[in-house]
Structure formats: C-alpha cells, structure tokens
C-alpha cells in the first residue's frame, strides 16, 4: 500500500483557504465579486508552487481591491480577522492566506511608506510579514529601524518578532538586504529580555546568522547581555546556546568558553559498530564510547560527510547530547541516524562516506561507510 507524499502548497493554498480569504474579502469590498475572484485564484493554482501561489492571490488581490492604494490598505484591513491569541508564547506563526496580503503590499505600497508599514504591522499579527517588510528596510532603513525602536515595545509578541525577524542578515526564504549587520543590535538589546519565546527564538537565530558573517560581535553582544542581567537566567542561556550553534560547530574557542566547554577537551573517543554498507532509504547505526582524562563538559557533536552529486564532499552536523564527565568516566551509547531517500533538504548519492565523532569541536574519532543503493 502506499500513501499519498504530503504537499504542503496544497496544505497552506486549496479551495478552501481560498474561500475563506473570499468571504473576509467580500463584506470588506464594495461590489466585491467573490465567485470570480476565487474562481480566478482555483483555476491556475494547481500548476503552481508555493510561493508563485501567493503572488498570483496578490495579483488577482490587484483586479478586486481600489486601484488607489490607500483605499485597498484600508479594505484590506477591514477584512482581516481579529489578531492571533497575544496569550501564547510560541509557534504560532499565523495563517498563509494572509501571505498575499504582504506581498500586495511589497508590489503596490513602496509608495505609500507610512501607510505600508502601519498595515504590515496589523498584517503581522495574523501572519508574519518579516519578508514583506524587507523592501520597506532596504528603502528607508534609517527610518524604519527608528520605527523598530517603538514595535520593539509594541504589546503584541508578533510586532515584537518582527523587529527582530525582519533585519536577519539571512532570513529564509527572503533576499538579502544591505542593512549592516550590526545595524540592528540596538534592538535586539531590547528584545533578548522579551518575555515570550517566539520573539526570544527570533533573536537567537537573528544572532546565529550574524555569527556566519561577524563573530566577534555576536560574542560581544552575549557578553553584555550577561553583564546587563535582564533576562532571565535561564532564558538566556538557552539563547546563547541557540546562538552559537554555528559557532560551536566550527570549534570556535571563544564561543565554547563563553558557554563553559573548553575547545580542547580532555577525553579520547571511538566509533564502534560502523556499518561499512549502508543503503539508501536504510537507517547509519553506529556506537560511540567517550572517556574523559579529567573532569570536563561537553557538547558531543558527529558530522556525515555526503558524497554529492558532481563527486566533492558535503559535510553536515547533527546533535548528539551534552554532558559533563568526571575523571575516569567512560559513557558509551548507540545512534540512529536515517538516510532516507525523499528528503526533501538534500538528495543522497552512492559513495564513500565519512563519519567523525566530535567534542566541543574537536575530531576524536573518524570512520567510513558505503552508502549504495
């Protein structure tokens, strides 16, 4: 038997999604035509992806809203439903429908600034609109982070996630924007003691790309925010892990000692148990055993080096646990790593591979496999 592969366009865009938007849209618009506009959004659909989705609702949004940009802000707002549950505290990313709505705004609203940015801003809180603000950024980045410094305040988490979001130097899915790096940082000192952890994740990963371009300021910043001491323990030590996960990854001594792990920790390790054939679609099972020389902690880390499809090696990372290690102590345990031949991040290829077990990122045991089809 088999089962139908989940499409997440068709999730996030059907029939359904389109009608609901249709029937916020039509009390909202006056002699809105509801039968044509959802029928001109089914009709072409199906052939298209995710993203060439929403602009296409954005461009059909164009035939039935006010040619006058400030009247469509305005009946766009009037159908909105009311803003999502300011209560919660994370994963609560909104609703795509609303989607269109941003990218109507990135096409028609670079003219209207103010008025732009107030609707993202009430956009926002149904659906994030990090990648919709970004044209407005790369046009007025001087006053829009100005009116950052008031959203980084506002009372609802999601205009607080936005300030945040918005300005990563490599937010997913959105172009890249001249803004400096170190241009938002003043914000992000606002925003590190959010009490809500969706805004407090979204300054984390904001961090985590600056440490691909600066990492010296990454570790600047943490450092202050510690010696600021207004964010909670706790809290910030979970953001400065998340952070520094790059970092931590590539062996960088200073983001090791910032979080208490030496970079050259005092144990030996091995990789037992590795299969020298592995199929694709099978699952990589090895064991690893660590010995520590002296009491130390650790963050223990393997990497899988993928043959790709031109022949060169593609090197990835992937948790294991941390640690702490008196000395003398010995810990052994077993992973199971899926090679699963649908994924839809990379594709697998045949060859020799390599497998390193890793410590505070340090190499201390390396080994090969066969992945064959």
Same mark, same amino acid.
């Given at each position: 038997?088999?089962?139908?592969?989940? !499409? #997440?366009? %068709?999730?996030? +865009?059907?029939?359904?999604?389109? &009608?609901?938007? $249709?029937?916020?849209? /039509?009390?909202?618009?006056?002699?809105?035509?509801?039968?044509?506009?959802?029928?001109?959004?089914?009709?072409?659909?199906?052939?298209?992806?995710?993203?060439?989705?929403?602009?296409?609702?954005?461009?059909?949004?164009?035939?039935?809203?006010?040619?006058?940009?400030?009247?469509?802000?305005?009946?766009?707002?009037?159908?909105?439903?009311?803003?999502?549950?300011? !209560? #919660?505290? %994370?994963?609560? +990313?909104?609703?795509?429908?609303? &989607?269109?709505? $941003?990218?109507?705004? /990135?096409?028609?609203?670079?003219?209207?600034?103010?008025?732009?940015?107030?609707?993202?801003?009430?956009?926002?809180?149904?659906?994030?609109?990090?990648?919709?603000?970004?044209?407005?950024?790369?046009?007025?980045?001087?006053?829009?982070?100005?009116?950052?410094?008031?959203?980084?305040?506002?009372?609802?988490?999601?205009?607080?996630?936005?300030?945040?979001?918005?300005?990563?130097?490599?937010?997913?899915?959105?172009?890249?924007?001249?803004?400096?790096?170190?241009?938002?940082?003043?914000?992000?000192?606002?925003?590190?003691?959010?009490?809500?952890?969706?805004?407090?994740?979204?300054?984390?990963?904001?961090?985590?790309?600056?440490?691909?371009?600066?990492?010296?300021?990454?570790?600047?910043?943490?450092?202050?925010?510690?010696?600021?001491?207004?964010?909670?323990?706790?809290?910030?030590?979970?953001?400065?892990?998340?952070?520094?996960?790059?970092?931590?990854?590539?062996?960088?001594?200073?983001?090791?000692?910032?979080?208490?792990?030496?970079?050259?920790?005092?144990?030996?390790?091995?990789?037992?148990?590795?299969?020298?054939?592995?199929?694709?679609?099978?699952?990589?099972?090895?064991?690893?055993?660590?010995?520590?020389?002296?009491?130390?902690?650790?963050?223990?880390?393997?990497?899988?080096?993928?043959?790709?499809?031109?022949?060169?090696?593609?090197?990835?990372?992937?948790?294991?646990?941390?640690?702490?290690?008196?000395?003398?102590?010995?810990?052994?345990?077993?992973?199971?790593?899926?090679?699963?031949?649908?994924?839809?991040?990379?594709?697998?290829?045949?060859?020799?591979?390599?497998?390193?077990?890793?410590?505070?990122?340090?190499?201390?045991?390396?080994?090969?496999?066969?992945?064959?089809?």
């Amino acid at each position: 038997m088999t089962t139908e592969r989940f !499409s #997440l366009k %068709d999730h996030l +865009f059907n029939p359904e999604k389109v &009608a609901y938007l $249709g029937g916020l849209l /039509e009390p909202a618009v006056a002699g809105f035509d509801r039968g044509r506009f959802e029928g001109q959004i089914v009709e072409a659909m199906p052939a298209l992806e995710l993203k060439q989705r929403i602009a296409l609702i954005a461009s059909v949004l164009s035939d039935h809203l006010s040619p006058d940009f400030t009247t469509a802000a305005a009946q766009m707002r009037a159908a909105l439903p009311p803003p999502l549950d300011p !209560s #919660l505290e %994370d994963d609560d +990313f909104g609703d795509f429908i609303f &989607a269109p709505f $941003g990218k109507y705004v /990135e096409d028609n609203g670079l003219g209207h600034y103010d008025t732009s940015m107030e609707l993202l801003r009430e956009l926002t809180m149904r659906f994030s609109m990090e990648g919709s603000v970004r044209p407005f950024i790369e046009m007025e980045p001087g006053e829009t982070l100005s009116r950052f410094r008031q959203w980084a305040h506002d009372s609802h988490y999601h205009v607080r996630r936005l300030v945040s979001e918005s300005t990563r130097p490599r937010l997913p899915w959105a172009p890249r924007i001249s803004l400096d790096p170190a241009a938002p940082i003043t914000l992000l000192d606002i925003l590190h003691a959010d009490p809500t952890r969706y805004v407090t994740r979204s300054v984390a990963n904001h961090l985590n790309d600056i440490s691909k371009i600066q990492p010296d300021l990454v570790i600047e910043t943490l450092s202050g925010w510690r010696a600021a001491n207004r964010q909670e323990p706790g809290e910030l030590a979970w953001i400065e892990s998340h952070a520094l996960r790059t970092l931590v990854k590539q062996g960088h001594s200073e983001s090791l000692a910032l979080l208490g792990f030496p970079p050259q920790p005092p144990v030996t390790g091995q990789i037992e148990a590795l299969a020298g054939q592995v199929r694709i679609g099978h699952t990589l099972i090895f064991d690893v055993s660590i010995e520590a020389h002296a009491e130390t902690s650790l963050i223990v880390d393997y990497a899988i080096g993928f043959v790709r499809g031109n022949g060169n090696s593609g090197r990835r990372v992937f948790k294991l646990k941390r640690m702490q290690l008196a000395a003398g102590e010995r810990i052994a345990f077993t992973k199971k790593h899926p090679l699963r031949g649908d994924a839809t991040t990379y594709r697998l290829y045949p060859g020799r591979h390599t497998l390193e077990l890793m410590a505070n990122g340090t190499t201390l045991a390396t080994g090969q496999f066969d992945l064959v089809e």
